[in-house]
């Protein structure tokens, strides 16, 4: 049995927001030893979004949410999905896993349920002064470090056109379940994988399904040759010898060859190259677009009444437009001299978690990768928590280490506001990993 480390008292540490991010980020603290830290987070439960919550105005998955990347490539790394899980696992099934980590890594003493952080400010002695709200909550506590994982989907992203709608409108994040639209038009706005999962749902129950968009998606079968999509592109980047432009050639060669031309299913054509935009894998919808069940539409132009124009002059009616456009990254509890840039752009955070000026806050999970955001949380949650610890260096030229991190992405991503946080999931890892590293070494 392993002899657990010394505890290191004196370091208070603040973790806001216990889905997978935070659970990770606290199993990583307390392994370096340091206990005096406590996790908030707002709801009932650990789990964060992947607890199924009827509420509409609490954002979580819907009623039949199934993760898109294989389980292989979603588990933590030192806790294996159980073995007759699926490729793709149900969000009843993530939620059981994370439940089941959290027991592995005693995390349950640590963490506070229904408390919200209601602002963290930092101090003039450099601690943070945190407000909380809730059931026996103390009001107020003071801590030496603040580690950040509550996420990038809170803020919902509604974009605004001319005229109004008279129908029913709703965000992604406030859709539950296909029910409620029985029998009605229904237009889902978007092309990722949130839109496309609500067209292909809705398409069961409602008497019309159009999706609008507004330019050219890459859309992937989540399955390809046997297996899951995002191994078949782990197998191909494990061989170090293959150029990435090489990869991207093939992967885009064999995804033409496997689906065919975009205008067999209506849609348009990507403008963007393969990873240079984030990829909606689902099988679903293509199928769906090409026996009509969902039907595509382009971009929209304006509302009159319950009437939606669309750029190449169709006007049609519907009862209920659903937006899938993405979230608006925000902090709301945090004051803007802490998050001093545009959200809308990639964040100026080196390895897109340390601060350049606060040397004792972490943004933990704020990034998007082609692959699963917690497995790589938990490296850098390893990494802040090894720093804290003493035994990891902050880097003294991280002012340096931003800008070349800035200037050059994994790929030449697309400049939207979704893109400022995009990744390559596996040359993220080994950023991450060559940081890591760097620990034996100091």
Same mark, same amino acid.
């Given at each position: ?52 919550? &009827? ?5 979580? #998955?819907? =009623? ?54 209601? +602002? !963290?400010? @930092? ?5 943070? @002064? ?10 107020? +506590? ?57 067209? #292909? ?36 980047? =494990?061989?170090?010898? @293959? ?25 348009? +054509? ?24 969902? =039907?595509? /539409? ?50 100026? @955070? ?31 949650? /390893? ?38 946080? &995009? #990744? ?10 060559? =940081?890591? !590293?760097? !620990?034996?070494?100091?």
């Amino acid at each position: 049995m392993t002899t657990p480390p010394p505890r290191q008292p004196g370091r208070r540490i603040c973790i806001v927001g216990a889905g997978p991010c935070g659970l990770a980020a606290l199993k990583n603290i307390l392994a370096a030893g340091l206990d005096d830290v406590v996790c908030y987070d707002e709801s009932y439960t650990i789990g964060g979004t992947w607890v199924f919550d &009827e509420r509409a105005d609490r954002t979580s #998955v819907y =009623e039949t949410t199934h993760i898109i990347s294989s389980k292989a490539l979603s588990a933590f790394e030192d806790y294996p999905m159980p073995a007759d899980y699926p490729d793709f696992p149900s969000h009843q099934q993530m939620r059981a896993y994370f439940n089941q980590y959290a027991q592995r890594f005693d995390l349950m003493p640590y963490i506070r349920l229904r408390t919200r952080v209601l +602002e !963290a400010s @930092l101090r003039p002695d450099g601690r943070w @002064l945190v407000n909380l709200a809730g059931p026996g909550s103390p009001g107020e +506590e003071e801590f030496d470090h603040l580690i950040l994982c509550s996420g990038h989907l809170r803020e919902p992203h509604l974009p605004a056109y001319p005229g109004a709608f008279a129908g029913e409108m709703l965000h992604s994040c406030a859709y539950k379940r296909a029910d409620p639209f029985r029998n009605k038009r229904v237009l889902v706005v978007g092309g990722g994988n949130s839109a496309c999962d609500l067209a #292909v749902e809705l398409s069961r129950s409602a008497s019309q399904t159009c999706i609008s968009l507004r330019r050219g998606y890459h859309i992937v079968p989540k399955v390809m040759f046997g297996r899951p999509v995002d191994m078949l592109y782990a197998r191909l980047r =494990e061989r170090r010898w @293959l150029p990435r432009r090489l990869i991207r050639r093939l992967m885009a060669r064999l995804l033409r060859l496997g689906m065919g031309p975009w205008s067999k299913y209506g849609l348009p +054509e990507p403008k963007t190259p393969l990873f240079g935009m984030h990829p909606t894998l689902n099988s679903n919808i293509l199928a769906a677009l090409r026996d009509g069940t969902v =039907e595509p /539409r382009p971009g929209i132009d304006g509302f009159d009444g319950d009437d939606v124009h669309f750029r190449d002059g169709r006007v049609e009616t519907f009862d209920t437009v659903i937006w899938a456009t993405g979230f608006d990254i925000s902090f709301p509890f945090l004051p803007p001299s802490v998050v001093d840039w545009d959200t809308s752009r990639p964040p100026p @955070l080196y390895l897109k978690m340390m601060h350049r000026r606060i040397a004792n806050v972490y943004f933990i999970g704020l990034f998007q990768p082609i692959g699963c955001i917690w497995r790589l949380a938990d490296h850098q949650s /390893r990494i802040a928590a090894l720093q804290i610890a003493g035994k990891l260096q902050r880097p003294s030229n991280i002012e340096a280490r931003i800008a070349r991190e800035l200037k050059s992405p994994h790929w030449h991503f697309d400049q939207t506001p979704r893109h400022a946080v &995009e #990744v390559d999931y596996h040359d993220f890892r080994r950023d991450l990993m060559r =940081e890591l !590293a760097s !620990a034996g070494r100091s």
